[in-house]
């Protein structure tokens, strides 16, 4: 049976190679998700940021990290808090990405809320400074 050990260190491997790749490997984070998974952003598909509508299954979170590379570069992910506890993992981060249309940066805290079913992902919602984000995505 897993524990919330093994999904915290399945997430610190994840959001290890998250970092890496500068946001360029999206298929670790599908391969630790349900077929049925469900993500969520204060966003919520807001005007610049269409990829954070709230979606279900896995070929609608695809889509929410192709449309991520698609608009956004990542300058850095740094986790730096993991809180687990029975089905949940948050995560703690810093990380700043920039708007490729604009060329703007934006840096801000995060965090990430995860629930798992069976040692997989079946629930995420992350909070970020959606102010600055929006903000980003703007031309002078």
């Known amino acids: ?56 299954g896995k070929a609608e979170a695809r889509q929410y990290f192709s449309g991520l590379a698609a608009d956004w570069e990542m300058v850095h992910f740094t986790p730096e808090e993991f809180i687990a506890q029975g089905d949940r993992v948050v995560v703690l981060s810093s990380c700043a990405f920039r708007y490729r249309k604009t060329g703007k940066a934006v840096e801000s805290p995060k965090a990430d809320v995860f629930r798992f079913r069976g040692g997989l992902i079946v629930e995420f919602f992350e909070f970020f400074d959606t102010a600055r984000a929006l903000a980003a995505t703007r031309p002078d």
Do not use: C, I
């Open 1 to 56: 049976m897993e524990t919330s050990l093994d999904n915290v260190a399945k997430l610190r491997q994840a959001y290890k190679n998250w970092h890496d790749t500068r946001g360029g490997s999206a298929q670790h984070w599908l391969d630790l998700m349900t077929d049925d998974v469900t993500m969520r952003s204060l966003t919520a598909g807001a005007p610049g940021m269409a990829f954070t509508k709230a979606n279900t």
